[in-house]
C-alpha cells in the first residue's frame, strides 16, 4: 500500500463543466504527478508538483491545471472538461525508497467520462 | 532524451509456459530501471527495480537484469500462471524525479 488516495475513483460529467479529482498522500514524498493512461498511448505525464506550490507542466497539460497548497494533497482541475478528456487518472508520488534511489508509486486510478 | 523501448503485445502464453518481456532503453548515465504490473480496475504496481548494473531485480517468480552493455532489463518468468495476466511496463528514472515509460505489454495466461 503507497499511502495514495485518489477521489473520485469514478466520475460521469458533462461537457463544459468543471471537473476536480483530488490525490492524497501519507507519505510525506515530495513529488507528485499526474497522468492519464489512454489505449494506444499508455501513460502520458499531465503536470506535476516538485514542492508545495511548485508545480510544472507535462507532455499533455492543455486544458488542465493545478495546485498543491500542502505536502500530502495534489489537485487536478480541467476547467472545461471535454470529450477528449474522457480517461483514467493517475495520481504518482516519488521519493527515496530506503537509500534505494527513488520509485514511483500509483494511486488506484479515477475513471472520468465526459458526455 | 531518456526513453524506453518494450515489446509489442498482446502475448498469450499457456498455465506454465516460459516468459520474456523485452525492454530496451536509452538514457544518459546510469538510471534505475524498474517494471510495474497493472491488473484490470487497478493502478499500476512496482514488481521489481534495479538499480545499478549488473543487479537482478526479483519478486512473485519474476526477474530481471539491469544489462547496460545491451541497455536492456528484460523481464523473466519460469512458469506463468493465469494469475500473471495483465499488462506489464518497463520505466526507467534517470536523474531527479523524471520516470520513463513503455507502452505496456498485454498478457494473457491461458489454462
Known amino acids: 500500500d503507497a499511502g495514495i488516495t485518489q477521489s473520485p475513483r469514478h466520475k460521469v460529467t458533462e461537457t463544459g463543466t468543471p471537473v476536480t479529482l483530488r490525490c492524497h498522500q501519507t507519505?510525506?514524498?515530495?513529488?507528485m504527478y499526474w497522468y492519464r493512461q489512454d489505449p494506444g498511448h499508455g501513460l502520458r505525464l499531465i503536470h506535476y508538483?516538485?514542492?508545495?506550490?511548485?508545480?510544472d507542466k507535462g507532455e499533455v497539460s492543455d486544458g488542465y491545471s493545478v495546485s498543491r497548497s500542502k505536502t500530502e494533497d495534489f489537485l487536478l482541475t480541467l476547467e472545461s472538461a471535454t470529450s477528449s478528456q474522457t480517461s483514467v487518472y493517475f495520481c504518482?508520488?516519488?521519493?527515496?525508497?530506503?537509500?534505494?534511489?527513488?520509485?514511483?508509486?500509483f494511486g488506484e486510478g479515477s475513471w472520468l467520462t465526459v458526455v | 532524451g531518456d526513453s524506453v523501448t518494450q515489446m509489442e503485445g498482446p502475448v498469450t502464453l499457456s498455465e506454465e509456459a516460459f516468459l520474456t518481456i523485452n525492454c530496451t532503453y536509452t538514457?544518459?548515465?546510469?538510471?534505475?530501471l524498474f517494471w510495474y504490473v497493472q491488473y484490470p480496475g487497478e493502478g499500476l504496481q512496482l514488481l521489481l527495480k534495479?538499480?545499478?548494473?549488473?543487479d537482478k531485480g526479483s519478486n512473485k517468480g519474476f526477474e530481471a537484469t539491469y544489462r547496460k552493455e545491451t541497455t536492456s532489463f528484460h523481464l523473466e518468468k519460469g512458469s506463468v500462471q493465469v494469475s500473471d495476466s495483465a499488462v506489464y511496463f518497463c520505466?526507467?528514472?534517470?536523474?531527479?524525479?523524471?520516470?520513463?515509460f513503455g507502452t505496456g505489454t498485454s498478457l494473457t495466461v491461458i489454462p
Open positions: 504518482a508520488i516519488s521519493g527515496r525508497d530506503r537509500g534505494l534511489g527513488n520509485t514511483i508509486y
Open positions: 507519505e510525506n514524498h515530495r513529488y
Open positions: 508538483s516538485y514542492g508545495v506550490k511548485d508545480t
Open positions: 538514457a544518459t548515465g546510469y538510471p534505475s
Open positions: 534495479a538499480t545499478k548494473a549488473d
Open positions: 520505466a526507467l528514472s534517470n536523474t531527479g524525479n523524471q520516470f520513463y
